[in-house]
């Protein structure tokens, strides 16, 4: 028995003791002050399995942990069938999904009930536990904004002011609000957004185009210079017509910019007067009495003789204006659109225009004849790709330009096409097909020109006179070209710019001088190579507008000087004011009561021209001697003496044919003047270096840096580079027809008609300053 100990020791061990499993609960801790007032109404409280004793066989029973989320405050759940709970409110008894079979939904969407006030009986409660809260405010990062939600309270005059925007700056009728699909998309939207009416619309946007209104009227009182108008007139299918009333000038920044400023019903487009009383209202509404440096009208349906009563009228009452020439009676789009349409309409040229217009009408209506066309086009390979086919829309003429254009790519592919389609028979000789490029090479030089003021950003006048003068050169090049057909095409469109270039090119020119890149060495270069030996005399057409001009503005300067020196120097005579009975206020003999004023403002036209052309501001301010024509003529000519002008032609600034005799004026022979001051000036500027070439040179906002050393030219140069040569949008400049106004629009008050157009136009150039930035 000890040998066998010996071999196996295990023998002399007592027997192991049976493995007792002993379970340890942790001990209970007492709940927290927010949990153990809780009232749990669960029907069917978690079961607690008892897990310490259990067969291999056997699974262990999910434990379902307690409910700690602060939202089971406000919340119960409700059993709605075996395996469905839902989550009721204790105070509005709105239900939730909570479980479904094996399921849970959280309670984010439950704590949204509370915090965001969506319950109608329990306010905003914040559901974030302390501690989450202290760590939060301990955070170095802020909190994020709130989310404007579905549940953002509702602001029914925002909406309002909204919706009036809306219709305004997209054109959507006033009655829209009416419309029962409108009226239910909004309310699918917004259930608790009440439909505003017809009326309330209406006096949304009238009371946005009064603010708006206002808002413009202190900006354009800001600005350095003058104000430029352009008058453009609509038709109508009532056979009236209606004068948009354009302001450009250089702003408070030195920047070039334009708001739509009137809009009037103009009742016989074709009188003699059409335009006078729009231009007044004009110049009444927006305070530009003696502010106005110049006037384009576009001649499509006002008359000749209706332009120069308005220049008669504007130069009687705007000094600055230099006898006329700064008013000009046609828009470079317009000249452009009516060469184009000449080009076009040529009768040699009519036929074949119309064979290749049906021609692609054929080929792109044609399915067969389209795929045909196709094929045959791969027969003719080229090296860059074929422009597409197009329809023209000949109420532009830029669609016919590219039209034919695209046409004569494809020349080759239509002369096979008539051989290899049957049902094609339109036939284009090679001679047709000839004049047609022939066409196209002169239509192009107008398409660039219209193309520079297509562009969103206006031109400055002098940028101008260099695309006008390489119109110029272009079109001499042509009609000495050595092609017959162009020749014939190119000599009539010179002769009618020639004579739109007759009458502006003084005020381009002058233009051009007040960029100091060039000055009067650019005018003497261009006129020498377009005019050769007759150059010299327009050269100094040119020195003398500017000595001219310069002049001018120097007698309007000292004027304003005087103005306030009498103002200052004005006796103080309130003591011997009468004085209100009742208030003890001094009654000044010069206030005027509002029922005068509103007489005053609303006399004809045809009795302001009757009178001096002195305003009742004006007449509170100075009293001036009337002088005759020839005292004014006898000044101006010293004047020009002591300049060193000897020229017996020189335009005078105050003409004959604008005066009458007794006339209330100021001239500079009222002032005394030290002309050698002001000739220094205008020499120092000439005679100064030239600014070296830059792209991006900015001339008007050198002028603002310089505004200093050159006071009386700055105010020259912010008036000419801003004048405008165009009178139409740029999104109308190929237009070969005259705006009409809409059968809806033309229904509309002559007030709601101003107040939507001109508060679009308004908003539009707000919306552009806003993007610019971005």
């Not at 002098?462 to 017959?484: F, P, W």
């Amino acid at each position: 028995a000890d040998g066998e100990k010996a071999q196996n020791p295990n023998l002399s061990q007592p027997p192991p003791k049976p493995i007792t499993r002993v379970l340890f609960f942790p001990p209970l801790l007492p709940l927290p002050p927010s949990l153990s007032a809780r009232k749990i109404m669960d029907p069917n409280p978690p079961e607690v399995v008892d897990t310490s004793v259990s067969s291999d066989s056997q699974q262990p029973a999910a434990r379902r942990r307690k409910r700690k989320s602060l939202v089971w405050d406000h919340f119960t759940t409700e059993a709605t069938s075996s395996d469905t709970t839902k989550a009721l409110c204790k105070h509005c008894n709105k239900s939730y999904a909570y479980i479904n079979g094996a399921k849970a939904s959280g309670t984010s969407h439950l704590k949204r009930h509370i915090e965001l006030g969506i319950c109608s009986k329990c306010p905003k409660t914040s559901l974030t536990p302390q501690g989450k809260e202290d760590e939060t405010t301990a955070s170095s990062c802020p909190p994020p904004p709130p989310k404007k939600g579905s549940y953002a309270p509702l602001d029914q005059d925002h909406c309002n002011r909204e919706m009036a925007k809306m219709i305004i700056m997209h054109d959507y009728p006033l009655h829209m609000v009416e419309h029962c699909g409108f009226a239910g998309f909004l309310k699918a939207l917004r259930p608790q957004y009440s439909m505003a009416s017809f009326d309330a619309i209406h006096g949304g946007c009238v009371s946005m185009f009064l603010s708006q209104k206002d808002k413009l009227l202190e900006f354009i009182g800001e600005i350095p210079g003058g104000v430029n108008l352009t008058v453009d007139v609509w038709s109508s299918r009532q056979s009236v017509g209606y004068a948009f009333v354009t302001g450009h000038f250089v702003d408070k920044d030195w920047n070039l910019s334009s708001r739509l400023l009137n809009v009037a019903v103009v009742a016989c487009p074709d009188s003699d007067f059409a335009l006078n009383q729009p231009v007044a209202s004009c110049l009444s509404d927006w305070k530009l009495e003696g502010k106005i440096s110049s006037l384009t009208v576009s001649q499509s349906l006002v008359s000749k003789t209706c332009v120069e009563s308005l220049r008669g009228f504007l130069s009687f009452r705007n000094q600055h204006v230099l006898n006329g020439q700064l008013l000009m009676g046609k828009c470079y789009a317009r000249v452009l659109s009516s060469m184009a349409q000449d080009a076009l309409g040529d009768e040699q040229l009519r036929a074949t225009i119309k064979k290749v217009r049906d021609s692609i009408k054929f080929v792109k209506t044609n399915d067969d004849c389209g795929d045909k066309f196709d094929e045959l086009k791969r027969l003719f390979p080229t090296d860059v790709p074929y422009k597409d086919l197009l329809f023209d829309n000949q109420t532009r003429w830029d669609t016919s330009y590219n039209m034919l254009v695209g046409a004569c790519e494809h020349k080759q592919v239509f002369s096979c096409l008539e051989t290899c389609y049957p049902d094609y028979k339109i036939s284009i000789s090679l001679e047709e097909w000839r004049k047609v490029e022939s066409l196209c090479s002169c239509l192009k030089i107008l398409f660039e020109a219209g193309s520079v003021l297509a562009r969103p950003n206006r031109l400055t006048a002098n940028e101008l006179y260099d695309e006008m003068t390489k119109l110029q050169l272009e079109l001499s090049h042509a009609a000495m070209g050595d092609d017959v057909d162009a020749r014939n095409i190119v000599n009539a469109l010179r002769e009618k710019f020639d004579l739109y270039w007759r009458g502006c090119f003084l005020v381009l020119a002058v233009a051009v001088v007040m960029d100091p890149r060039f000055k009067m060495k650019h005018i003497k270069d261009t006129f020498t190579n377009a005019y050769g030996e007759d150059a010299e005399d327009w050269i100094k057409s040119v020195s003398d507008a500017v000595h001219d001009l310069f002049l001018n503005y120097s007698g309007h300067n000292l004027l304003d000087e005087y103005v306030e020196i009498e103002v200052a120097e004005e006796p103080d005579f309130q003591q011997d004011m009468p004085q209100d009975a009742n208030t003890g206020d001094v009654q000044s003999v010069d206030e005027t009561s509002p029922q005068v004023e509103q007489t005053i403002e609303s006399r004809p036209i045809a009795e302001e021209e009757e009178h001096a052309s002195i305003t009742v501001e004006q007449t509170r301010v100075c009293k001036v001697e009337k002088q005759n024509v020839e005292g004014v003529c006898e000044v101006v000519s010293e004047e020009h003496q002591q300049l060193g002008d000897e020229s017996e032609d020189h335009t005078l600034f105050m003409g004959d044919e604008l005066l009458e005799e007794g006339s209330t004026l100021v001239t500079i022979g009222d002032f005394d003047i030290d002309m050698s001051d002001m000739k220094t000036e205008m020499d120092q500027y000439l005679d100064d270096t030239l600014v070296l070439m830059s792209d991006s040179f900015d001339v008007l906002g050198w002028w603002k840096l310089n505004s200093i050393n050159y006071p009386i030219l700055s105010k020259i140069a912010v008036d000419l580079l801003s004048v405008p040569f165009s009178t139409v949008s740029p999104d109308s400049v190929f237009d070969t027809e005259v705006k009409q106004m809409d059968s809806y629009k033309a229904s509309l008050p002559r007030v709601t008609l101003e107040a939507l157009l001109c508060t679009k136009d308004w908003l539009k150039n707000q919306t552009l300053k806003k993007s610019l930035r971005l």
